[in-house]
């Protein structure tokens, strides 16, 4: 049997709201999980070992269970504790606390980079301690945590797949809800595969953008 | 905390679905480790004509999302005259998912063995193959495991997926019995349980891997 792009351009505008949904997901839980990547590797440093402890525990619990089975919690456990959220609100809450360990872990080894006269330096200089984070410590680390923390954004974006089993329409569930119509799953596969792979390559894009302006940035200073 | 008597008509539900699990995840990893390998060395020391198709088909399957790769196999495939039951077919895309990130693991561990190695090997009159098996994979051993543990429990999470084509897997099992008893934490608890030990399982065996090699290579030195 060989393949059939006649029917295509009939479901190519569902496969587009799926991808833009997909694609609002991914935004969505790329900037709710960087602040919380950031918290998450402070946290992990923090002076009381009780709260050292703690992160680190939780961290090795949310990166150690699959993120379907946290979407699923979201999604059916949550409103059982009082919390109902419509699907894309709790994929969107799942995948922020899951992706916020995976960006601590990033942050971490970015932060321990940068070597630790950084602070003392800048304490004697007398700046308070959140401006030496914010205009010290922090544009330091991002040279060690770009090329990491982008190849963890595709792995966002790959991840919102997930949200196919809580009934969030994006790409990958409006691909299914095509197929099991046309009976012709492999081409609507393939285009959408196409998709997932036109908006990885902007995430590379990205990321060549962003080393070649932070390069830049230190060739000025 | 529910009573036991919530839980028990679920349990060998539960244990069966565990034992899929496992199952998955040693067929993926027994299955993906070696193919992940030759992709590697085939990449890293191979010819031209090798490594850029691979270089490809590795690099297009990794722009994909897992699920649509195991659509790929389960729907797509019967297309084709070749249909396969759940769990053949959640394997073989859990094993192409698998293979494609962890032979890029690989070839970095390789590509961190200096090249001169290989070059002194040729110049000493060893065979290709002897020196690849004698000298770069010795070397390029240890620096593989860290990544490899660390994929390994990667892939032990994402068999997880295979419950969306089907199979009556841990995640399956777990959410079936929320779904009928409405119990939806109870269930998902235990069965983060169940994937936190597989996980610790693996991160034991990493720990006394590196410990391995680390006591090898002394007496490999004295």
Same mark, same amino acid.
């Given at each position: 049997?060989?393949?059939? +792009?006649? @029917?295509?351009?009939?479901? /190519? %505008?569902?496969?587009?709201?799926? #991808? *833009?949904?997909? !694609?609002? $997901?991914?935004?969505?839980?790329?900037?709710?999980?960087?602040?919380?990547?950031?918290?998450?590797?402070?946290?992990?440093?923090?002076?009381?070992?009780?709260?050292?402890?703690?992160?680190?525990?939780?961290?090795?619990?949310?990166?150690?269970?699959?993120?379907?089975?946290?979407?699923?919690?979201?999604?059916?456990?949550?409103?059982?504790?009082?919390?109902?959220?419509?699907?894309?609100?709790?994929?969107?809450?799942?995948?922020?606390?899951?992706?916020?360990?995976?960006?601590?872990?990033? +942050?971490? @080894?970015?932060?321990?980079? /940068? %070597?630790?006269?950084?602070?003392? #330096? *800048?304490?004697? !200089?007398? $700046?308070?301690?959140?401006?030496?984070?914010?205009?010290?410590?922090?544009?330091?680390?991002?040279?060690?945590?770009?090329?990491?923390?982008?190849?963890?954004?595709?792995?966002?974006?790959?991840?919102?797949?997930?949200?196919?089993?809580?009934?969030?329409?994006?790409?990958?569930?409006?691909?299914?809800?095509?197929?099991?119509?046309?009976?012709?799953?492999?081409?609507?596969?393939?285009?959408?595969?196409?998709?997932?792979?036109?908006?990885?390559?902007?995430?590379?894009?990205?990321?060549?953008?962003?080393?070649?302006?932070?390069?830049?940035?230190?060739?000025?200073? | 905390?529910?009573?036991?008597?919530?839980?028990?008509?679920?349990?060998?539900?539960?244990?069966?679905?565990?034992?899929?699990?496992?199952?998955?995840?040693?067929?993926?990893?027994?299955?993906?480790?070696?193919?992940?390998?030759?992709?590697?060395?085939?990449?890293?020391?191979?010819?031209?004509?090798?490594?850029?198709?691979?270089?490809?088909?590795?690099?297009?399957?990794?722009?994909?999302?897992?699920?649509?790769?195991?659509?790929?196999?389960?729907?797509?495939?019967?297309?084709?005259?070749?249909?396969?039951?759940?769990?053949?077919?959640?394997?073989?895309?859990?094993?192409?998912?698998?293979?494609?990130?962890?032979?890029?693991?690989?070839?970095?561990?390789?590509?961190?063995?200096?090249?001169?190695?290989?070059?002194?090997?040729?110049?000493?009159?060893?065979?290709?193959?002897?020196?690849?098996?004698?000298?770069?994979?010795?070397?390029?051993?240890?620096?593989?495991?860290?990544?490899?543990?660390?994929?390994?429990?990667?892939?032990?999470?994402?068999?997880?997926?295979?419950?969306?084509?089907?199979?009556?897997?841990?995640?399956?099992?777990?959410?079936?019995?929320?779904?009928?008893?409405?119990?939806?934490?109870?269930?998902?608890?235990?069965?983060?349980?169940?994937?936190?030990?597989?996980?610790?399982?693996?991160?034991?065996?990493?720990?006394?891997?590196?410990?391995?090699?680390?006591?090898?290579?002394?007496?490999?030195?004295?």
């Amino acid at each position: 049997m060989s393949l059939d +792009f006649s @029917s295509i351009p009939t479901v /190519v %505008p569902a496969l587009l709201k799926g #991808a *833009a949904v997909t !694609l609002e $997901l991914t935004l969505a839980v790329l900037v709710l999980a960087t602040p919380g990547g950031v918290l998450v590797a402070l946290l992990r440093g923090a002076p009381s070992p009780a709260l050292r402890g703690a992160v680190m525990g939780a961290s090795w619990i949310f990166r150690g269970i699959p993120p379907l089975l946290l979407l699923f919690f979201a999604f059916f456990g949550l409103p059982l504790m009082g919390l109902t959220l419509p699907p894309l609100p709790a994929a969107i809450l799942a995948m922020t606390v899951y992706m916020s360990f995976y960006f601590g872990e990033v +942050f971490a @080894s970015g932060l321990a980079s /940068v %070597p630790k006269g950084q602070w003392q #330096a *800048a304490a004697a !200089l007398g $700046l308070p301690r959140h401006r030496v984070l914010l205009r010290i410590i922090l544009p330091q680390t991002i040279p060690a945590a770009l090329p990491p923390y982008i190849s963890h954004a595709t792995e966002i974006l790959k991840g919102t797949a997930l949200a196919a089993a809580v009934a969030v329409p994006e790409l990958t569930s409006a691909a299914k809800k095509v197929f099991v119509v046309t009976f012709r799953p492999m081409e609507v596969l393939i285009v959408a595969a196409a998709i997932y792979a036109v908006l990885d390559a902007g995430l590379l894009i990205l990321q060549m953008l962003g080393e070649r302006w932070s390069a830049r940035r230190r060739a000025r200073s | 905390m529910p009573a036991w008597s919530v839980i028990a008509p679920y349990w060998p539900n539960l244990l069966s679905g565990f034992w899929i699990t496992v199952q998955l995840s040693f067929w993926t990893l027994l299955l993906a480790t070696p193919i992940a390998l030759a992709i590697a060395l085939a990449r890293e020391t191979g010819p031209r004509w090798a490594a850029l198709p691979l270089a490809i088909l590795v690099n297009a399957v990794r722009l994909l999302p897992a699920l649509i790769v195991l659509y790929f196999v389960f729907y797509g495939m019967p297309q084709f005259g070749i249909r396969l039951k759940p769990f053949a077919a959640a394997s073989i895309g859990l094993v192409a998912m698998g293979a494609a990130y962890m032979s890029e693991d690989m070839r970095g561990a390789i590509a961190a063995v200096p090249k001169g190695q290989l070059s002194a090997a040729a110049a000493l009159g060893l065979p290709r193959t002897h020196a690849i098996r004698r000298i770069l994979l010795p070397q390029a051993l240890p620096l593989m495991i860290p990544p490899y543990m660390t994929r390994a429990i990667i892939m032990v999470k994402g068999t997880s997926l295979a419950s969306m084509v089907s199979v009556a897997d841990l995640t399956a099992e777990a959410t079936r019995a929320s779904s009928i008893t409405y119990q939806p934490y109870v269930f998902l608890l235990i069965a983060g349980g169940f994937y936190l030990a597989l996980n610790g399982i693996l991160a034991l065996i990493q720990a006394l891997a590196e410990r391995h090699l680390r006591l090898s290579r002394r007496t490999a030195a004295a």
